[in-house]
């Protein structure tokens, strides 16, 4: 079925499941272009409450909030990829859903992901199914190691899994991870590990902003620098492969696709990692030096409008503040940054609290 | 009294007074930094209520609302001039609130603002106080024609205000404008109109923004456009005028300051047509090429924070969107530029209804 490319008027209410800093950034860029934005998030003290009068607090089963939250919305979409299936389809019957169900089925399940990817022609590290220790047994022999064995739902910031660098850590790592199936990855001896914000509009229409290079400490993303320094053939062939994805999906909303570099002897290959149907933590410097930043352009893509433009105005990096980290603001932020706090209220240990985007040189 | 230079912490609730577009504009700018916002406006349709989950709609003379507001904030600010006297003192005495009751004093009185600057050697058009029929044929044979009658409060946008071509348009000017007394202008024979938005923190750190070139169309703003076409040493002196002002008012917040350049024949000169203690419409550029815009700036300051960085990172147009011409919106905006809608549900003749931000080119 096409989508509805009618562009939906200043002053819809737009529905966001998940109620973290994304939810939050995503419903004040909607608030610049006149929208109003209602939460749906179980958590009482979400931090995106605190940016609309329109909220519900409810489990992510319970029908009749969500019901009552379809019915309150002209459009819904939403922060986090692991939006339970069943949620998504009962919404999605009731208000248009985007990125739609089959883009959240795709990306919640690692097997689904790398099947659909592999399908596409898209290059993706060699990997193998897992559902007993005989099969893990086989896999190794397979992919060799070292390699990495990991949930198929519910990872992020490196949970869910386990690396795998010799034949006797495979029955713990087998033991320690729950549900199965599990997926075993290869190891890819990767140079460097970029990704790209692609959005795609109800129309079809692709823009996406330049590539960022990430580096993660703890599992955790510490910096996206822009540009990337990689080959820029390199570059324009991330953008492609990121629009053969959001083609393939007919996706309508910000994608984040991230690929790991391979500079090789002769010429240099990405290979994918992960894509998360959502606008993504490596994309977050657009808020600084992009007339429309990636928070913005899911919502125009949300509400069927054109796309905004992704140019970039200067050279920058985004670090985001973990935990404690937020105690060095505001006394010692200096110039040329941009500051984002989420308004979280208390600051544990690796949880996101904010981030700053330090402007290199203007173009 | 010295401010209170202790920076508030991340969480800190801001009551603003005032809720139209300004008022959420600052309202989002603030929870990007983490901040929660209440928001305290008569009118119950306020676009401000639409990007906080708490609000108090009141009059302004309503002492118990007013208390309880207090009560509930950690400082206050306002975003128009006009806030009452009364008003700002019940306020202030329970809370920081920046700009103080003085600024508000000085700039919703024109003859006030006059007296102040003319005593800070600031020049300014002449004027004389009109009280009488007879008042208004003095101050005419004093500072010829054309000239300008204005009422001393509550002009904005052109209103409150006509021009004298002939002294036979002086009696009925004088029995149209209410209330006395009124304050007669000399026309100023301007070659342009610019205007400067600068901070000053509670630490007296002073930081402006690059100046603009304004354009009005039926008096209200149309158009500004950064850089201004101005000389460099004009520029230069507009922003050093825009600091004695803040730094002689003893200043915390944004302020606008419009100028009328003279260009003359040997040198150009500037004239200070009026100030603003508030983030102003010929500020909102900085939203799109700024890494600190002025919304966030006027936050930085209230909350004793340091001030951000005004760099400017691209050149800029903005231009208002009135009334009809929000429906231009989305089918008409191309790329280069950034959107702002305020969320009115009702786009009135001479409403201003959003805005967009059109990039030349990059710095």
Chains 1, 2 share one sequence.
Request: charged letters at 20%.
């Amino acid at each position: 079925m096409p989508h509805d490319t009618t562009p939906l008027p200043a002053g819809s209410m737009i529905g966001i499941v998940g109620g973290g800093q994304l939810g939050r950034m995503l419903s004040l860029a909607a608030s610049r272009l006149g929208m109003r934005i209602h939460i749906f998030c179980p958590d009482a003290n979400s931090p995106a409450f605190e940016v609309t009068p329109h909220k519900t607090v409810a489990a992510y089963d319970n029908e009749v909030a969500l019901a009552a939250f379809a019915d309150a919305v002209d459009v819904i979409t939403y922060e986090f990829e692991n939006v339970p299936a069943a949620t998504a389809e009962f919404l999605a019957a009731r208000k248009p859903l985007r990125p739609d169900a089959n883009a959240l089925a795709i990306s919640q399940d690692r097997l689904a992901e790398k099947s659909f990817l592999a399908g596409k022609n898209i290059p993706v590290a060699g990997y193998r199914t897992v559902e007993t220790p005989a099969d893990l047994e086989a896999a190794i022999a397979a992919l060799g190691l070292p390699a990495i064995l990991k949930t198929t739902r519910l990872g992020y910031d490196g949970k869910g899994q386990r690396v795998l660098r010799a034949p006797e850590d495979a029955a713990a790592a087998f033991a320690a991870l729950e549900p199965k199936p599990l997926v075993l990855e290869a190891f890819v001896p990767f140079d460097k590990e970029i990704s790209v914000v692609v959005a795609r509009n109800a129309s079809g229409k692709v823009r996406s902003f330049d590539a960022a290079e990430n580096f993660h400490t703890n599992h955790i993303l510490h910096t996206s620098t822009v540009p990337a320094d990689i080959p820029p053939e390199i570059e324009k062939h991330a953008a492609m492969l990121a629009k053969v994805i959001v083609v393939a999906l007919d996706y309508v909303g910000v994608l984040g696709v991230e690929f790991f570099v391979v500079l090789g002897d002769e010429r240099p290959s990405l290979i994918v990692n992960e894509i998360a149907p959502r606008v993504h933590n490596s994309g977050h410097w657009t808020e600084a030096v992009c007339l429309t930043d990636q928070f913005e352009q899911h919502i125009r893509a949300v509400l069927s409008w054109p796309l905004g433009d992704p140019a970039r105005m200067a050279d920058v990096m985004m670090q985001n503040l973990i935990g404690d980290e937020i105690f060095i603001v505001p006394g010692g932020i200096d110039g040329n940054t941009q500051l984002h706090l989420y308004g979280k209220t208390e600051a544990r240990p690796g949880r996101k609290m904010g981030h700053v985007n330090i402007i290199r040189r203007p173009l």
